[in-house]
């Protein structure tokens, strides 16, 4: 089954709403790692959809500094450099900061590792790697991708290790 996951920027945000309605109302599959109570069981699930699910989505909004998000994108980075990964990535990464973020040293780490990774992700030339600038085209982005993998699900009977979620 194909599955896109959204991944990113959890806690507090709500930018999964948007998509989680229209995934649902185009029957689209979808994984959401933002749980009520995430327990450390909910680990093997997540890293289980992010090593396989087909397109990977990974916001780093204003609402958070982004450490946890920044690093999860050096991982799938890593994945999509495989020769064998015919899965997708998008990623969406704000170069401002919420104003109630207001730790300076955070706040200062955060910016300066946001706009390395998006200098690093623009430089690396990877077709199954897509920076975007908002949300809005992540959400048109993913919904093409999808049925792009959607298209190439009757030739992976022909090669079984190229198989996402």
């Not at 699930?45 to 998000?69: C, K, M, N, R, W």
Request: hydrophobic share 40%; with cysteine; proline share 4%.
């Amino acid at each position: 089954m194909l599955t896109i996951g959204l991944f990113g920027t959890c806690g507090s945000s709500t930018w999964r709403a948007k998509f989680i309605k229209l995934y649902q109302d185009l029957g689209v599959a979808f994984f959401n790692p933002q749980v009520e109570d995430w327990t450390p069981e909910c680990a093997v699930e997540e890293a289980q959809h992010l090593a396989e699910d087909a397109v990977i989505l990974f916001p780093v909004t204003d609402e958070s500094y982004g450490t946890g998000s920044l690093a999860e994108t050096g991982f799938s980075i890593l994945n999509a450099i495989r020769l064998d990964d015919h899965r997708e990535f998008v990623i969406m990464i704000d170069d401002k900061l919420n104003d109630e973020l207001n730790d300076p040293v955070a706040r200062k780490e955060s910016l300066r590792a946001r706009a390395l990774v998006r200098e690093h992700l623009r430089k690396l030339r990877l077709a199954n790697v897509f920076l975007v600038d908002s949300l809005d085209e992540m959400l048109e982005l993913s919904l093409v991708l999808y049925r792009a993998q959607e298209l190439r699900e009757p030739f992976r009977k022909y090669n079984p290790h190229h198989r996402p979620r």
